[in-house]
């Protein structure tokens, strides 16, 4: 449906593809530079394995494709993204676990850290990993205003990782970010943009994708090198704990969760989503 849409308003997209099983959907207006990147994994976009690597393998395309810009998005009707896929984390087989892990970090190094600038449309609910997602982008678009966004991972009785929580530092400061994550509250999208976790809110989603071209805009005049090292020393600070520590990170993720009470909490989330 939103494909249909950006198709339909700059009639100039020439350069489209699908990734595999279409869980991601890209498409390139080679005439404005700017790449979409819709997901589309039903019924809530959660991160497996698979849709991580299609997403990192997507930006890495991107990379060689010299764009200009790039909006994330979702084509599920009131999802943005789910987070993590939690099934994945109930009884885990600690090597899929593992790479689990290991991928996600390289995904968000990956957005985090492209050359070229990024804007979230968040066109529905954006917990955990959808809201990392979101926050890794340059700017944040949110349609309103029934969706919710946040980091919610004590919710679920497990800890979002020093990256997740430094990211969200470098969006909405220290104090906002350790109430944020500690009651892992989820912040509906007028809420989000009075602590500036968002950075507009839009009423429909055509709104959102013309902001967030607009914003794209804004780079024409911006020499791209001049962009990406600016973008690389204000980002720099957040990603090189990580960039240090991916060993001791995993660790303490695969350690934490496979002990019996995480699992427990695990399992007792689960079944409040079934119900
Ligand atoms: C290196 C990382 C270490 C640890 C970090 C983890 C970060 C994470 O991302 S943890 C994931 C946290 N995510 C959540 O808490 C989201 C939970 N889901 C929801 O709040 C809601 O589902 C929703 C607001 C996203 C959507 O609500 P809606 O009413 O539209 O749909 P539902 O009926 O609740 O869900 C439909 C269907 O999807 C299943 N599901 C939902 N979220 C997930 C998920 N994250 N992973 C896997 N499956 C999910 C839900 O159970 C339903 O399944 P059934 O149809 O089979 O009942």
Known sequence: ????????????????RYASQSMLQSTIDDKLGIATLVMNKPPVNSLNLEFLEEIKSQLTQFKNDKIRGMILTSDLQKIFCAGLDITEFSNPNPERLSKICTTFQDTWLALYLT???????????????????????????????????????????????????????????QRKAEVSLTTGKMYTTDQALQIGLVDESV??????????????????????????????????PTVQWLIDNKQKDLDFVVKSMMSPNVQKSIGLYLQSLKK
Request: proline residues 6%; positive net charge; aromatic residues 12%.
């Open 1 to 16: 449906m939103l494909r249909r849409y950006i198709l339909n308003k700059t009639n100039t997209f020439i350069n489209y």
């Open 115 to 173: 050359q070229f600038p990024t804007v979230a449309v968040i066109n529905g609910h954006s917990p955990a990993g959808g809201c990392l997602l979101a926050m890794s982008c340059d700017y944040r678009v949110m349609v309103g205003p029934n969706y919710t966004i946040g980091l919610n991972e004590t919710k679920l009785g497990i800890v979002a990782p020093k990256w997740f929580q430094d990211c969200m530092v470098a969006v909405i400061g």
């Open 203 to 236: 009423p429909d989603v055509d709104n959102a994708i013309n902001k967030g071209i607009q914003f794209l805009n804004n780079f024409q005049k911006i020499s791209p090198w001049a962009y990406k090292m600016t973008k690389d020393i204000r980002r720099q």
